[in-house]
């Protein structure tokens, strides 16, 4: 096998931009509102085309169904049925819907989807740019829907600052929005399940005002919770040409941060893929014998699990994703 690379799945939003095409290199018309780039998925909503290679052409579900076993390792085991992650690139040129997402059992139920934890790496903000990050302390219920009844929500959103480099976890429950002048890479569990309940009184691309679900995230919202740092804080590990930060372990995902000066060198033991997505600086991948495959900001990069060894070479940053 080799180093796969996807065709983006782009998705327009009436808070799109043009920063995909101007940050990223992303091949979309500066005129259409893109808000995301849905870079690796296998979902309903979505599903991603393979762009190298032999297998160019290929759908993931296709490449699942029948290289599985090649590919993910002993991983297909997690996802004969359906692929766990889903990952993107969000322009946010404007502020998207104030919004939660179900847990798995509750999605499963009522969706027949997986729910949705996500992660959210900051690739660029405008200064000043800030995301709602859940409630204010001792919000209840009772708060929340008197909210929605008065059509504000000033005194029960937690709002904070946020710039490039930052990391934010969301768990399933968490209310939530991303803020205007804030580009994103996003990892998240492989569910497109949002229940917005405050869109800012405004209409969709349709002109009609987009739909609230506002029984159901009251369903889904967990009010017992309140993070103390949203920012996900962690320790730098100085290694052999590069730094790396272990910022979020969870049951669906782990992601670090590779700052690499010189190269980064791993070694797949065919128990698991791995993804990597360039959020700055440019490289080359050597693996095999003498394969070379560049990659550069704005891509994103499956690396399968019977690749064995391979080296990235170059200066930049790169989020690393294992399950």
Same mark, same amino acid.
């Given at each position: 096998?080799?180093?796969?690379?996807?065709?983006?799945?782009?998705?327009?939003?009436?808070?799109?931009?043009?920063?995909?095409?101007?940050?990223?290199?992303?091949?979309?018309?500066?005129?259409?509102?893109?808000?995301?780039?849905?870079?690796?998925?296998?979902?309903? /909503?979505?599903?991603? @085309?393979?762009?190298? !290679?032999?297998? #160019? +052409?290929? $759908?993931? =579900?296709?490449? &699942? %169904?029948?290289?599985?076993?090649?590919?993910?390792?002993?991983?297909?085991?997690?996802?004969?049925?359906?692929?766990?992650?889903?990952?993107?690139?969000?322009?946010?040129?404007?502020?998207?819907?104030?919004?939660?997402?179900?847990?798995?059992?509750?999605?499963?139920?009522?969706?027949?989807?997986?729910?949705?934890?996500?992660?959210?790496?900051?690739?660029?903000? /405008?200064?000043?740019? @800030?995301?709602?990050? !859940?409630?204010? #302390? +001792?919000? $209840?219920? =009772?708060?929340? &829907? %008197?909210?929605?009844?008065?059509?504000?929500?000033?005194?029960?959103?937690?709002?904070?600052?946020?710039?490039?480099?930052?990391?934010?976890?969301?768990?399933?429950?968490?209310?939530?929005?991303?803020?205007?002048?804030?580009?994103?890479?996003?990892?998240?569990?492989?569910?497109?399940?949002?229940?917005?309940?405050?869109?800012?009184?405004?209409?969709?691309?349709?002109?009609?005002?987009?739909?609230?679900?506002?029984?159901?995230?009251?369903?889904?919202?967990?009010?017992?919770?309140?993070?103390?740092?949203?920012?996900?804080?962690?320790?730098?590990?100085?290694?052999?040409?590069?730094?790396?930060?272990?910022?979020?372990?969870?049951?669906?995902?782990?992601?670090?941060?590779?700052?690499?000066?010189?190269?980064?060198?791993?070694?797949?033991?065919?128990?698991?893929?791995?993804?990597?997505l360039c959020v700055d600086g440019e490289f080359n991948i050597e693996y095999g014998r003498a394969n070379l495959e560049s990659f550069k900001k704005g891509e994103t990069i499956l690396m399968p699990a019977n690749i064995g060894d391979f080296i990235i070479k170059g200066k930049g940053r790169i989020i690393r994703v294992y399950l």
């Amino acid at each position: 096998m080799y180093s796969i690379k996807f065709e983006p799945v782009f998705k327009e939003k009436v808070w799109g931009g043009n920063k995909l095409a101007k940050y990223l290199s992303k091949d979309v018309s500066m005129d259409v509102k893109v808000g995301e780039s849905w870079e690796i998925a296998c979902h309903r /909503e979505g599903t991603s @085309k393979i762009r190298n !290679g032999e297998y #160019k +052409g290929l $759908t993931l =579900e296709e490449l &699942i %169904k029948h290289y599985g076993d090649i590919v993910f390792g002993k991983s297909i085991e997690k996802i004969t049925d359906r692929f766990p992650l889903l990952i993107k690139f969000i322009d946010a040129n404007d502020k998207l819907s104030v919004q939660v997402h179900p847990d798995d059992e509750y999605a499963m139920k009522f969706e027949d989807d997986f729910g949705k934890t996500e992660m959210w790496y900051i690739v660029d903000a /405008e200064p000043g740019a @800030k995301l709602v990050y !859940g409630l204010k #302390k +001792g919000i $209840t219920k =009772e708060d929340f &829907i %008197k909210a929605i009844e008065n059509n504000d929500f000033d005194e029960i959103l937690r709002e904070i600052e946020v710039k490039k480099g930052d990391v934010v976890f969301i768990p399933a429950g968490t209310i939530h929005a991303i803020g205007k002048g804030i580009l994103i890479a996003e990892i998240q569990q492989s569910s497109d399940i949002t229940y917005r309940v405050y869109d800012w009184n405004r209409v969709g691309l349709d002109g009609k005002p987009r739909e609230l679900h506002i029984e159901k995230a009251l369903d889904v919202i967990n009010f017992d919770e309140y993070i103390e740092k949203p920012k996900v804080e962690s320790t730098i590990l100085h290694k052999d040409g590069y730094k790396k930060v272990n910022y979020v372990s969870c049951k669906y995902f782990n992601i670090e941060i590779l700052d690499v000066d010189k190269h980064y060198k791993n070694n797949m033991n065919e128990e698991e893929f791995e993804i990597y997505l360039c959020v700055d600086g440019e490289f080359n991948i050597e693996y095999g014998r003498a394969n070379l495959e560049s990659f550069k900001k704005g891509e994103t990069i499956l690396m399968p699990a019977n690749i064995g060894d391979f080296i990235i070479k170059g200066k930049g940053r790169i989020i690393r994703v294992y399950l």
